[in-house]
């Protein structure tokens, strides 16, 4: 497996995709903290209070922090670059023939091709606070809170919303291993956030909300979910990421590849 | 002792109510380069499938090395299966670089002696997609024997390449099998090229095995080879069982068919004459793979 994540990544380092969506995030965080604006789709109630703070006042690095966090459910469309390069392009190139006839077995494939996005992932939403940080250093704006404080943030935000952005991405290879088509698993990707959202807005079906994974992600980033239901919504998230790649694994196993 | 490389026992796939390989049972020995003939359809792809694991096996067994066949065997296996492919964005030494990684071959030298086996160094920083087919195929070599496997398995690899491409393959797959002792299961729709390369063949007809012969056998049953005809059958046999350690057969009081094509018959024909013997004449007998092939199809298709 370790060899396939190396593998992986050496592929990555030699795309120019994944340097895009490098640039596209750092400028996006920029443009977020150097304005002075938040952007992306939002379908979480942002507490007003943190909304007023934003509207009222220079900004400081914290608020940066805030503002590139809220906007960050558009980062999601984004990354669906990273999930083209690291699996789709193994289906549509067919060189899953090379791959899965190296001796990797289906569970590494499928687990090294997960832990490759959610890396992939992390590191960039990692780079995407720092850059907010360092507009915010730039600007020589006031940390608004101390270090550690803005810098645990700055990671748990990472942690938090680069986990819940992989889950789709792993319902994603399923629904890869069972289409074959990248397009239908990269539509997928961008209709499932908006998808759950509209339907429990309108069917009102309280359970919904654990399978939100972006919008739980910002409720988490924002203190929105109380402590005693967290462990819900995290149990939950793994329940359904074993699932999913249990899924996966038992898919590629049986397929006619 | 002959080593068993791969053996395919009662081997059965489906799908959906078509039998793609109905019981088949096959063998490959060491140093076998196996050619495997059949129509479209017949299952020959589907083996191969079945022995890469790229195709879930349904019923029967098969053993690599002599063991049951899984992913830890199959590192010591390289293939082509259908097409070749390597990922189009990256260049030939990246793509193979790539391999390395994969496969934990820490010595990246050996990329460009592959590369070089493989006749593409003029190409090495070229990009896959911008290979032509030839080229590609050739990089599918390159992918496939990286590793150093002991057991190939080439699904139609001479599709597309130009005559000299092909030759070349040929030798590429010759010296594979001659330097580096690698057992090669192939298919092709180029009789005559599987011919000459081969050293056993399988013809497969509707999933089935239907015949296995080494290539001197086929040579016994086409009469291929040396064709003389004497005054004296029976002190010629004498002069070439005394002087050649090829296998002869006396056809008539007239004629014997010596069962090899690497006979030189100028010193042949000196030595019978020198012996006495008339020589009539020496004449070359060649029927082809092709012509055993629509032979036994004809006679299936016929029953």
């Known amino acids: 497996m370790i060899n396939q994540l190396r593998t992986d990544f050496y592929r990555l380092r030699h795309t120019w995709g994944i340097y895009i969506t490098l640039i596209v995030t750092i400028a996006y965080s920029v443009i977020i903290t150097l304005n002075n604006i938040v952007g992306g789709i939002w379908v979480v109630p942002i507490p007003t209070k943190i909304l007023n703070r934003l509207s009222n006042k220079i900004w400081t690095i914290k608020d940066g922090l805030s503002a590139v966090s809220m906007s960050s459910t558009l980062l999601m469309y984004v990354f669906i670059g990273i999930f083209v390069i690291t699996i789709g392009y193994e289906f549509s190139q067919k060189t899953y023939k090379n791959t899965l006839t190296s001796g990797i077995t289906r569970f590494s494939f499928v687990v090294s091709k997960y832990i490759t996005m959610l890396l992939n992932i992390f590191i960039l939403m990692l780079i995407y606070y720092s850059t907010s940080i360092l507009v915010g250093l730039i600007n020589h704006r006031t940390v608004g809170v101390n270090w550690i404080t803005l810098l645990t943030d700055a990671l748990d935000f990472s942690v938090v919303i680069s986990f819940f952005i992989s889950i789709a991405f792993g319902i994603a290879i399923v629904i890869l291993l069972v289409t074959g088509s990248i397009v239908v698993s990269s539509v997928f990707i961008v209709l499932f956030p908006i998808i759950i959202s509209t339907l429990s807005q309108f069917v009102k079906w309280s359970w919904l909300k654990y399978f939100d994974f972006f919008s739980t992600a910002l409720k988490i980033a924002f203190g929105m979910i109380s402590s005693d239901q967290l462990w819900k919504y995290i149990l939950i998230s793994f329940i359904v990421l074993i699932l999913t790649v249990g899924s996966a694994i038992l898919i590629i196993k049986n397929k006619e590849l | 002792m002959v080593k068993t490389i791969l053996s395919i026992n009662n081997v059965s796939k489906s799908f959906g109510k078509y039998k793609a390989i109905d019981n088949l049972n096959l063998s490959l020995q060491k140093g076998d380069i196996y050619g495997l003939i059949g129509s479209n359809g017949a299952g020959k792809t589907t083996i191969m499938r079945l022995i890469t694991q790229l195709s879930p096996l349904q019923v029967g067994e098969i053993k690599l090395f002599d063991q049951k066949i899984n992913q830890q065997a199959l590192k010591h296996v390289g293939s082509i299966i259908e097409t070749p492919v390597a990922f189009e964005k990256l260049t030939v030494k990246q793509n193979l670089k790539l391999i390395a990684i994969q496969r934990g071959i820490n010595d990246y030298d050996k990329i460009n002696e592959i590369i070089n086996f493989v006749g593409l160094n003029e190409k090495d920083n070229t990009k896959a997609k911008n290979l032509s087919l030839g080229q590609k195929q050739r990089l599918g070599l390159a992918i496939a024997i990286l590793p150093d496997p002991d057991l190939l398995v080439l699904d139609e690899p001479i599709n597309g390449l130009d005559p000299s491409g092909i030759i070349e393959f040929r030798q590429l797959l010759l010296r594979l099998n001659q330097e580096k002792q690698v057992t090669i299961l192939i298919s092709s729709h180029i009789l005559t090229e599987l011919y000459q390369v081969s050293t056993r063949f399988g013809f497969i007809y509707r999933g089935q095995l ?38 002869f057969t006396v056809l008539n009081d007239k004629n014997i068919l010596i069962h090899s094509l690497n006979v030189d018959s100028s010193e042949l024909n000196k030595k019978l004459v020198m012996n006495g013997v008339s020589v009539v004449s020496i004449t070359k007998e060649e029927k082809s793979l092709e012509d055993y092939y629509t032979n036994l199809i004809g006679e299936l298709e016929n029953d």
Request: hydrophobic share 30%.
């Open chain 2, 210 to 247: 239907i015949k296995q012969i080494s290539k001197d056998d086929l040579d016994r049953v086409n009469q291929s080879g040396l064709m003389v005809t004497v005054n004296n059958v029976s002190k010629a046999s004498q002069i070439i069982d005394k002087n050649y350690s090829k296998k």
